[in-house]
């Protein structure tokens, strides 16, 4: 399963973008997913997760502004909205697959996406 994401770039702060990932193949099972961004010079970062169900969580820093979702069984989207130059980071999704039934899962990542936000 190869994911592969898309819609980063550049906006200016206050602004909005949305991110969408996709996962190709045809798995027994997705999971979670969600999305993890890193900056320069800093730690890797949980930005925000879905679960199969459709339950999220966010990180602090960008509860109220971002909203994730699932679009379908294989596609979650991030909108993030009143972007800060704080947000400016290599945003990566990923994805809990079970590639059959009596597989073991792994974790799938993206190549990640670059969102830069100019203040």
């Not at 592969?4 to 973008?17: R, T, Y």
């Not at 999220?56 to 294989?74: E, L, M, P, Q």
């Amino acid at each position: 399963v190869q994911l592969v994401e898309s819609g980063g770039g550049l906006v200016q702060a206050g602004g909005s973008l949305r991110l969408s990932c996709a996962a190709s193949g045809s798995p027994f099972s997705i999971f979670g997913m969600g999305w993890y961004r890193q900056a320069p010079g800093k730690q890797r970062e949980l930005v925000a997760t879905i679960t199969s169900g459709g339950q999220a969580n966010y990180s602090d820093s960008v509860k109220g502004r971002f909203t994730i979702s699932r679009d379908n069984v294989k596609t979650v989207s991030l909108q993030m909205n009143s972007l800060k130059p704080e947000d400016s980071a290599v945003y990566c999704c990923h994805a809990d697959i079970l590639p059959a039934l009596r597989s073991l899962s792994y974790r799938a990542w993206g190549q990640g996406t670059q969102v830069t936000v100019s203040s």
